[in-house]
C-alpha cells in the first residue's frame, strides 16, 4: 500500500492539523490518513492494445463525446469495446467516467500519469500439478499442461497442451470452469509471459 500523502492529526487539547507527515508527539490523540497519491491522482488501467486504440482515437478527437461515440458506433475499436462493455451488451457507466477522466487528462509526453499498462488477463483451464517430462506419454517440458480446443477437418478436438500459447482463452472464470475436471482448475493469468 502506498502512504498516505496527508494525516489530519488531532490533539488533547482538541486542537487539529494535517501535515505531510504522520507527526511523533507527546500530545497526540490520533492521526488518520486522508488520502493517497493513487486517490488524489488515479490512473486508468489499459491493456497495451486498448491504449494503442485509445490514443488513436485521442489522435482524432478532443471531445471525450465524440471518442465514447466512436467507440460504440463502430467496430474499428475492438479492445476498447470489450473494455467498455459493449461487446457484451450493456453500457459501463465506470467505464464511461474512467475513460474520460484519461481522455480529457492525457498527456503525450506522461501518459504513465494517467494510463496505467496491465497486462491482458484471460482464463485458463490447466493442470492442479506441476507434470514432469514423460515421453510416454507425450509430455516433454516440464510444468502445467493446459487445455486446448480446436476442429481439424470438422472435427472437434480437446487436448492438453504444455504450452500456455496454445491453449484456450476464456474471458470469464464461468466459461473456463465449465471445462475443469478434478485434476484440472480455473486459472486467470497473463496473456503474455508466465
Known amino acids: ?20 507527515h504522520k507527526p511523533i508527539n507527546n500530545q497526540l490523540l490520533s492521526s488518520s490518513p486522508l488520502y493517497t497519491v493513487e486517490q488524489l491522482h488515479p490512473r486508468v488501467k489499459m491493456t497495451q492494445a486498448e491504449f494503442d486504440e485509445f490514443k488513436s482515437i485521442k489522435g482524432l478527437t478532443a471531445s471525450v463525446f465524440t471518442a465514447i461515440n466512436l467507440i460504440t458506433k463502430t467496430v474499428n475499436y475492438k479492445q476498447l469495446r470489450i473494455y467498455s462493455g459493449i461487446e457484451n451488451g450493456f453500457n459501463n457507466i465506470d467505464w464511461q467516467n474512467s475513460f474520460a477522466y484519461a481522455f480529457i487528462n492525457f498527456s503525450y509526453d506522461n501518459p504513465e500519469e494517467t494510463i496505467e499498462i496491465v497486462p491482458d488477463m484471460k482464463w485458463f483451464v490447466r493442470s492442479k500439478e506441476k507434470y514432469q517430462p514423460d515421453m510416454d506419454q507425450g509430455i516433454s517440458e516440464s510444468g502445467y499442461l493446459y487445455l486446448t480446443q480446436g476442429d481439424i477437418y470438422s472435427v472437434e478436438y480437446h487436448e492438453m497442451t504444455t504450452f500456455k500459447d496454445e491453449a484456450t482463452q476464456f474471458n470469464t472464470e464461468d466459461e473456463a470452469k465449465l471445462w475443469t475436471t478434478p485434476d484440472t482448475e480455473a486459472v486467470q493469468l497473463p496473456v503474455e509471459g508466465e
Open 1 to 20: 500500500m502506498t502512504e498516505p500523502v496527508a494525516y489530519l492529526n488531532k490533539y488533547l487539547d482538541d486542537s487539529t492539523n494535517i501535515t505531510r
